[in-house]
């Protein structure tokens, strides 16, 4: 089982950048997908970002599109989402999540129940 650790999140101001991270236990993930969630209190947990771990094709949630960024580095064990032109209503904490297996139709995974581990999450505060 793929342990996942999360880690940058912090307290900032509108209009800055954070970089959040996601280290896979320091081994190689080989599954299908990584994503990003967000859950802002009592709000229900939702889609951000996901990447295909083979090739790297990307796909956003509308509402961070040309402002965060998903990626992953060279060694496959570490995935990443650059924030940037933070808004108060992006705060909340932040899960990144792991899938193992081919989804059907080879398309993006955006829905929770589809990824099989997650970390601990990460908060992130956007003051106004």
């Known amino acids: 089982q793929v342990q996942l650790v999360e880690s940058g999140g912090g307290l900032v101001q509108a209009g800055d950048s954070l970089r959040l991270s996601c280290a896979a236990s320091g081994r190689t993930f080989s599954g299908y997908a990584m994503g990003w969630f967000r859950q802002a209190p009592g709000k229900e947990r939702e889609f951000v970002a996901t990447i295909k771990w083979s090739g790297g094709s990307t796909y956003y949630a509308e509402f961070v599109k040309g402002r965060f960024t998903i990626s992953r580095d060279d060694a496959k064990t570490a995935v990443f989402l650059q924030m940037s032109s933070l808004k108060p209503e992006d705060t909340a904490v932040y899960y990144c999540?792991?899938?193992?297996?081919?989804?059907?139709?080879?398309?993006?995974?955006?829905?929770?129940?589809?990824?099989?581990?997650w970390g601990q999450g990460t908060q992130v505060t956007v003051s106004s």
């Open positions: 999540a792991g899938r193992n297996n081919y989804y059907p139709g080879g398309v993006y995974v955006t829905t929770s129940r589809n990824y099989d581990y």
